[in-house]
């Protein structure tokens, strides 16, 4: 880098360190002082002007006439001194003036500035009200306390999400515990024992092993690999992988694509996932014979079917981590109470919606919207 680069550099980041305070001062000095002087080279250019006495002109004393031998260079010499030193008066008495001013408007600023270096994270739930005006500078305050309530707000949400965490991956380890010492009581266990056991363990390793990978994906901050996507396609691939449990409800499937080409730019696996967990949920909920719907108009994704439905307070709660509108039904199910959180946490992410409408006892329809 050459050396006058590197001192503009050092130049920039002396003036960045300097305080508001005297950055205002300084600045406004700097142009009192430019003002200043255009005045005092205007005033002496015009100087001449001024002095409208030649030398020996005649000056009536006393109804009398005398003579005076005016110094004319003198006088002008004289008053370009006291224009100056006026001007550097003005000057210095402007500058302080300024950095008094400036210091009283700032003082709030500081104030404000001393309090946020002073806050205790203990005390998050407590807003900074310093700042008494109605200024830029109560704006700045507004916009801090509002940036406190969206970390409260985080804050509890991760706090609430971390206790149902714990609280879900314990029912698997208690279950698992409970069988194991129902196994020990008895003193010759059979082969169907151990095998009924096996099918416990099994089915509670596949529910922790659900809960951990909603835990990765409600986590993960990976940017998205936006690719072509195929809603089609990949709701074909999840019907495929959900066939055997499509076949033990007896459901009907219905697909009604308008056009079965119809690409969106999203992160393939990310995508199907956030399909995934809702045909599941749909075919999970369905009523055994029932008929599941699957239609895509335009930009959206309709998952319908018929079943027990979600109450009308329950609603806005579904997409909550590890919300069950009837946790026994869930647990009988399989299902953790990430699946629909997790969706709504990838179409969010690819700047999509998710909407539902249900009616207890008759439907549940899901509408992803992906424009």
Same mark, same amino acid.
């Given at each position: ?55 020996e002109a005649p ?157 990765? +994906?409600?986590? $993960? &901050?990976?940017? #998205?690999?936006? =690719? ?8 074909? *691939? %999840? ?24 690409v969106i730019s ?66 009988? +199910?399989?299902? $953790? &109470?990430?699946? #629909?959180?997790? =969706?709504k946490e990838i ?5 999509? *919606? %998710? ?17």
């Amino acid at each position: 880098m050459p050396q006058a680069s590197v001192r503009d550099v050092k130049d920039v980041l002396m003036w960045s360190k300097l305080s508001i305070r005297i950055k205002i001062t300084l600045l406004t000095a700097v142009v009192f002082c430019i003002i200043l002087a255009l005045n005092f080279v205007f005033t002496i250019e015009n100087a001449a002007t001024i002095f409208i006495i030649a030398d020996e002109a005649p000056v009536p004393i006393n109804e009398q006439t005398m003579s005076l031998n005016f110094d004319f260079d003198y006088a002008q010499q004289a008053f370009r001194l006291s224009t100056f030193y006026i001007m550097v008066f003005f000057s210095i008495a402007g500058t302080f003036l300024i950095w008094w001013v400036s210091g009283k408007v700032l003082k709030p600023m500081k104030k404000f500035s001393n309090k946020i270096k002073e806050f205790d994270i203990s005390k998050i739930n407590e807003d900074i009200n310093v700042v008494k005006s109605q200024d830029e500078i109560g704006d700045l305050q507004l916009a801090f306390n509002y940036m406190l309530k969206n970390i409260r707000d985080s804050y509890e949400k991760q706090r609430r999400f971390s206790q149902n965490a714990a609280h879900e991956l314990k029912t698997p380890v208690a279950a698992i515990r409970a069988n194991l010492e129902v196994l020990d009581m008895d003193e010759e266990p059979s082969v169907e024992d151990y095998k009924e056991f096996k099918k416990v363990v099994s089915r509670q390793i596949e529910a922790m092993n659900s809960i951990v990978q909603g835990l990765r +994906l409600l986590s $993960s &901050g990976d940017s #998205l690999n936006l =690719t072509n996507f195929y809603p089609y396609k990949a709701v074909k *691939d %999840i019907l495929f992988d959900l066939d055997s449990l499509i076949k033990t409800k007896d459901l009907e499937v219905n697909i009604d694509f308008d056009n079965e080409e119809s690409v969106i730019s999203a992160d393939q696996i990310l995508m199907k996932q956030a399909i995934f967990n809702v045909i599941h949920n749909a075919i999970r909920y369905s009523k055994d014979g029932g008929l599941v719907e699957i239609v895509l108009k335009k930009d959206v994704l309709g998952i319908k079917n018929y079943g027990v439905g979600i109450a009308e307070d329950s609603i806005n709660k579904i997409f909550e981590p590890f919300y069950c509108v009837d946790k026994s039904r869930s647990k009988k +199910l399989g299902g $953790s &109470g990430l699946g #629909l959180a997790i =969706t709504k946490e990838i179409l969010n992410a690819h700047g999509f *919606d %998710i909407s539902v409408n249900s009616k207890e006892e008759e439907f549940t329809e899901f509408r992803i919207c992906f424009n």
